[in-house]
């Protein structure tokens, strides 16, 4: 069951559990819209958590081992549907809160980012954009989402780096919100979605479509182009993942 769900006093808390990294595969990604196509209808869900279903991992982003297998349509097919997936996330007319509890990695950072709110644990985490290690080049769309969060100097560092951001150094250049003791950090993101929750529910969707509809719309449209138009599907055939062995 890649996606765990759970109420909280108006909060739906959504675990990716999907062993053992959390990882995004087509699976994910259906249940997932599934589950926000009902929060999306039940005015008594007023807002959403997203966690990682214990271990190491909030999640290691794709899964890569699932997508060296795709043929070249069919892997152009899944990554249409991962990055209209962080469209929706993106501009979801309802608040939704990261419980950042392990590692997040590449496309799940970006996913992280596409949230309203990031608690992350203080300890034993870390958010990086490994992608110039793995060998992989990131669609122009995603990039411009992370520029709209952390600005363009970090996000240019962050990708030429690969750097391992600890939740301190997180903390500082804007990738996640607040830090919290890791036992605490899903509680914290439920108070925080709590809150953003008592919103007036049509003014919170307008103002969020605002401040990020632009983004998103050079975000959705630059990624479908460069799927179609430029995505080298041999990367992901002959990409490095050493790199994520180093993680503690």
Sequence with gaps: MPIKMETRNGVMILAMDNSPENAFNMEMIQQFNAVLDKVEADDAVRAVVVTGAGGQFFSSGMDLQYVMKLDADAMKEFFKKLFTFFHRAFVFPKP?????????????????????????QKE??????????????????????????????????AFLSGRKFDGSAALAVGMVDELAESKSVIDRAVAVATELGAKKPRLFAD??????GETADCMLAEDIRYIE?????TMFQNCDLSCLKSLP
């Design 124 to 157: 034993k985490a870390v958010c990086t954009f490994p992608e110039i290690d793995v060998s992989i080049i990131p669609p122009t769309g995603c990039l411009a989402m992370v520029k709209y969060v952390i600005g363009e100097r970090m996000t240019d560092l």
């Design 96 to 120: 939704m809160v990261a419980a950042i509890n392990g590692h997040v990695v590449a496309s799940a950072l970006a996913f992280s980012m596409c949230l309203d709110y990031r608690v992350m």
């Design 229 to 233: 138009e430029e995505l080298d599907v």
């Design 207 to 212: 103002y969020k479509r605002r401040f990020r």
